[in-house]
């Protein structure tokens, strides 16, 4: 029996069908749109300060790479804005089969971009607009999917198949790993000028995949009661920033920690044992690989676990992580032990990141109204994201060479960053087992 098989425990055959149908085109066509914004997060920790600056200072690069991959974080609350304000007003689905075409032209682009070599300053320009758009997809695609489950599946398992959505990254990071593991089998050289290309332009058949399934799905019974009851919200954000902005602050809030886990386990730490530690790419490759295989069972235990104990609990306890392992991250790190690497990077993720990823996505969803349920837990989410993920590499780029290499600073903001989550999660309402609104 498979998670997704768990509600035929509590519903109808038919109905429990249905929503095993809903989960599983959730977790394919997320699957999809995270295998393209995540592969960009892996290309600018390995390639992109070689390929699209000039040469020269490496930290420099470094950094300026870590920024184009910020403007992707940065664009999603304007995806999210923008797609919100449309999926509370026409409707999930029609949303859903955009974004995937918004996101899967960016990343197809992105991999016939013409180098610094070639073209000069076009090139960086060029590719941040691209990573622009990527985050213009993703923004907008994250909220539709999570609702597509949430708005229907039962009360006493939101938790469970509402982190179900948030599968999708693991199994979209798992690809993108795994076609940066094989290019970068390549010898050097090729890997530089044509090898990376490749999982960026193999994309566009994966949103292929994930267009017909998202084209086959059908709209959520509670958009349609709102529709039903002509209560749909023709300004969704105006009327949020007006009557509900204790939710939306809660909302960003708790997206801080996590996503800055993410940015510094997934993506900093990768130029860091590179270029710091003198690891081989395989090594931090691996320890990714293996922290999205955890991931794959931990998020649906950590979402089970939560309509058992509630929301709330499981956040403090990652908060309380995410505080103590901030310094023997790097003091583990530092040992250059391939295995111990691997390890490390799995634990920061998993307990960091994953616990508050997989139980935030029904978690935002709940802190609204199906009214305005798409563009406040989209927009909170995003804004969170765009707060301390986007800008997190950079920073910790940025504090590491302020600081002449040294980590502790990099520490300091992961402690920093799971305080604020605390705190909302201390204003947060408890909504395990509690019915929508």
Known sequence: MTVADDVTLSVAPDEAASLRRIVWSSVIGTAVEWYDFLIYG????????????????????????????AVGFLARPLGAAIFGHYGDRVGRKAMLAITIMVMGIGTFLIGLLPTYQQIGIAAPLLLIGLRFLQGIGLGGEWGGAVLMVVENCPTHRRGLLGSMV?????????????MFALVASLPESDFMAYGWRIPFLISILLVGVGLYIRL??????????????????????VEIFRHHRRPFFTAVGLKISEIA????????????????????????????????????LAIPLFGWLSDLVGRKTMFYASCLFSALFAFPLFWLLNTRDPAVVIC????????????????????????????????????????????????TPLIAASLMAWSGGATWPVSLLLIACAAITATATTFAPEMANKELT
Request: glycine share 12%; hydrophobic share 55%.
């Open 42 to 69: 892996t290309a600018t920790a390995l390639v992109f300060n070689k390929v699209f600056f000039a040469a020269g200072n490496p930290t420099l690069a470094t950094i300026a790479a870590f920024g184009t991959y």
């Open 166 to 178: 948030q599968v999708g990254n693991p199994i979209g990071n798992l690809a993108a790993i795994g």
């Open 216 to 237: 086959n799905m059908e709209e959520t019974a509670a958009f349609r009661q709102v529709q039903a009851k002509k209560d749909v919200a023709s300004m969704p954000l």
């Open 261 to 296: 886990y993410a940015s510094i386990g997934g993506v900093f730490v990768m130029s860091y044992a590179t270029a710091n530690l003198g690891l081989s790419r395989t090594v931090v490759l691996n320890g990714a690989f293996a922290a999205s295989l955890v991931a794959l």
């Open 344 to 391: 490390t990077i799995v634990v920061a993720i998993t307990f960091g990141q994953m616990v508050m990823f997989g139980i935030g996505a029904p978690w935002y969803s709940e802190l609204f109204s199906a009214r305005l349920r798409y563009s406040g837990a989209s927009l909170g989410f995003q804004v969170g994201a765009a707060l301390s993920g986007g800008l």
